[in-house]
């Protein structure tokens, strides 16, 4: 069983640089979602998707953009990447967006330096 | 709205003795909240979750959480800590559109 899959692991950009998350999930999940880890922030929502078609800005969306392409795929784009971009990114899906009891799943994380 | 304050950065207990990461919350409605534990380098795993069903919730490898609404809290145990339970752990609360993390408590395990 995959669940979320997040393509690269690790990057590294240089300041003004452009580039891609890809994450996939294969459970048949509605709402998927991109946060930020930082140390000593926890986890921060950059932006979410409830379904298909949609979606929403979280608590720190500046500098990002992002496609839901299809139920499976949520990209997190990266249009002039800054350092304080310097992250550790993670995608998850949850069942359904307002069911506030079903947790999400994650994936194992990319892991961006911007230089 | 909603959110989580997580009381301790840094918990650190010896091998054998127990556990308590501390966890408030505040939300609006009814919550529903969740542990999630992470591993160096590795992804978030869900611990347990508290639904309304039970107050006291329990989790994998012996993780437990009591739901106290007249406290707002949600703290974790565990009876007797082991080494491979070193890890950052993180209380969350779950809404209809997202979920909201604390900041997270790293346990520090030692022999």
């Known amino acids: 069983n995959a669940g979320v899959t997040q393509t690269p692991k690790f990057q590294v950009l240089k300041t003004g640089q452009s580039m891609t998350l890809q994450c996939a999930q294969d459970?048949?999940?509605?709402?998927m979602y991109w946060y930020r880890q930082d140390p000593g922030m926890g986890l921060r929502l950059i932006y979410y998707s409830a379904s298909e078609g949609t979606t929403d800005k979280g608590e720190v969306p500046n500098g990002y953009n992002v496609s839901r392409l299809n139920k499976r795929e949520f990209s997190l784009r990266l249009e002039s990447a800054a350092p304080s971009q310097t992250s550790v990114y993670f995608c998850a899906s949850r069942t359904l967006m307002t069911e506030m009891n079903t947790e999400a799943f994650f994936g194992q994380g990319t892991r961006l330096t911007v230089v | 709205a909603q959110s989580v304050t997580q009381l301790d950065s840094h918990v650190s207990v010896s091998e054998g003795t127990p556990v308590l990461l501390r966890c408030n919350y505040s939300s609006s409605y009814s919550p529903s909240l969740f542990w999630y534990v992470q591993h160096p380098n590795k992804g978030l795993q869900l611990l347990l979750k508290y639904t309304s069903a039970a107050t006291l919730v329990k989790g994998i490898n012996g993780f437990e959480a009591e739901f106290k609404k007249s406290e707002t809290s949600f703290h974790l145990t565990k009876p007797s800590a082991h080494m491979s339970d070193a890890a950052e752990y993180f209380c969350?609360?779950?809404?209809?559109?997202?979920?909201?993390f604390g900041k997270g408590t790293m346990l520090l395990v030692s022999p």
């Open positions: 459970m048949n999940h509605n709402s």
């Open positions: 969350v609360v779950g809404g209809y559109s997202t979920l909201t």
